[in-house]
C-alpha cells in the first residue's frame, strides 16, 4: 500500500492561486505516492488543476465535527507527509500526537503567530511568512516555494478548462473587473463613473469583456440594462447593441478561468482575478487603492503588498477618489 501525501488548502481562491507553484512541486516530489488535497467549499470550484489526485472538501473555517474527521482519518491511514499550506491553528497541534509523519508548513510571524513559537519545533521543515518587516524580501509566492527545493518549472496541473455553454469569446479583449468594496465603497465611484471607465478602455482595446461579483443583484441588473450580456446560469446571450463590450453575468470556476486565459490583458482590482492571471501568465494590471489613517496603515499596505504581489512582471497603479487623475493612471500603465 502506497503511503499518502496529505495537502491541507482549505482557504479563499486567491490563496489557492499563489500556492499554486509549491502545490506542482509537490506533485513533483511525491509523483509515485497518493495525493489527498483538501480544499474549502469555495476553492474546490478550481479542482479540476488537480486531476490526477484525490480530494476532500472542507468548510475554510473547520468545524468541530470536521476537526474530528482529520483527526481519525490521519490515525487510521498510512501517511508519510503532510503539507499545512492553510495556517491554520488547529494544524499546527497534529504534528504533536503523529510523530511519525512528516509536516511542512507555511508558519506565519505577526501581532498573532501561527503556530505558537513552542509548536515550531515538532514540524520537519517550515518558511516564515514574516507580517512584521517592512522591508524588502520575499513574496509569499517565492517563501512557499521554498518547502519544496530543487526541482524544476515542469507543470503538472491542469490548465485545460471544460466549458458548459456556447458562448464565442472575440478576439483581443482586455479582461476587466467590477469589485464593489473598491470602486464603490472606498473610491466612491458611482456606476456613471463606471461606465466612463468601461467606454475609456473600449477606446484603447479592440474589445472589452468584463464581470462582477457573482450573484450581486443591483450590479448585474444595472451592467445588463447597459452592455450585451452572456448570462452563465441561463446559458443565455443578449444582444441590445452593437458596442464592442460584453458583461459577463455570474461567470465563476471553470467559465472564469476560460475567460481570463483567453484575454490579452487584465485590468483589475488585486484579488482573485489577478492571481488566476498571473498564474497564466497573462500581462496585468491591478488596480489599488490605500486608505490610511495613520502611519500604521500605512506600513501595514507595505508589507500587505509585499507579501502578496508576484515576484515579477506585474503590474499596478494605485487609484485615486479623483476620477480624472485615476483615468491618467491607468493610460499611462496600457
Known amino acids: 500500500m502506497k503511503n499518502k501525501v496529505l495537502i491541507f488548502k482549505n482557504d479563499r481562491t486567491g490563496d489557492l492561486f499563489s500556492s499554486t507553484k509549491v502545490i506542482n512541486k509537490i506533485l513533483q516530489k511525491h509523483k509515485d505516492q497518493d495525493i489527498l488535497i483538501y480544499l474549502s467549499n469555495i476553492n474546490h470550484k478550481f479542482s479540476f488543476l488537480f486531476p490526477n489526485f484525490n480530494k476532500k472538501i472542507y468548510s475554510m473555517k473547520l468545524t468541530f465535527y470536521e476537526k474530528i474527521k482529520i483527526f481519525f482519518y490521519l490515525l487510521f491511514n498510512n501517511i508519510e507527509t503532510i ?16 510523530r511519525k509523519i512528516k509536516f511542512y508548513a507555511i508558519t506565519i510571524k505577526g501581532i498573532k503567530n501561527r ?36 526541482f524544476s518549472e515542469i ?48 477606446e484603447r482595446f479592440e474589445n472589452v469583456i468584463f464581470s462582477s461579483e457573482i450573484f450581486d443583484e443591483k450590479c448585474n441588473d444595472y451592467f445588463s440594462s447597459k452592455f450585451n450580456t452572456f448570462d452563465f446560469n441561463k446559458k443565455k446571450e443578449i444582444k441590445i447593441n452593437e458596442k464592442k463590450v460584453i458583461f459577463l453575468k455570474d461567470i465563476d470556476g471553470y467559465d472564469l478561468f476560460h475567460a481570463i486565459k483567453k484575454s490579452k490583458k487584465i485590468i483589475s482590482p488585486e484579488g482573485i482575478i489577478t492571481h488566476i492571471a498571473y498564474y497564466l501568465k497573462k500581462p496585468i494590471l491591478s488596480l489599488l487603492f490605500f486608505k490610511l489613517k495613520d502611519r500604521r496603515d500605512f506600513i ?31 493610460n499611462k500603465r496600457i
Open 83 to 98: 503539507y499545512i499550506l492553510t495556517p491554520k491553528d488547529f494544524y499546527y497541534y497534529l504534528p504533536i500526537f503523529f
Open 115 to 150: 503556530p505558537k513559537p513552542y509548536l515550531l519545533k515538532f514540524l520537519h521543515k517550515y518558511v516564515v511568512i514574516n507580517r512584521l518587516n517592512i522591508q524588502k524580501r520575499f513574496s509569499t509566492y517565492k517563501i512557499q516555494e521554498s518547502l519544496i527545493e530543487n
Open 155 to 202: 507543470n503538472h496541473l491542469n490548465t485545460k478548462s471544460i466549458l458548459s455553454h456556447k458562448f464565442i469569446y472575440p478576439n483581443n479583449y482586455v479582461y476587466f473587473h467590477y469589485k464593489k468594496n473598491l470602486f464603490q465603497n472606498l473610491l466612491q465611484w458611482d456606476f456613471d463613473k463606471i461606465l466612463q471607465l468601461i467606454e475609456f478602455l473600449n
Open 300 to 330: 501595514n499596505q507595505i508589507i500587505s503588498c509585499k507579501e502578496w504581489f508576484p515576484p515579477d512582471n506585474y503590474e499596478y497603479t494605485v487609484l485615486k477618489k479623483d476620477f480624472k487623475k485615476s483615468l491618467d493612471k491607468i
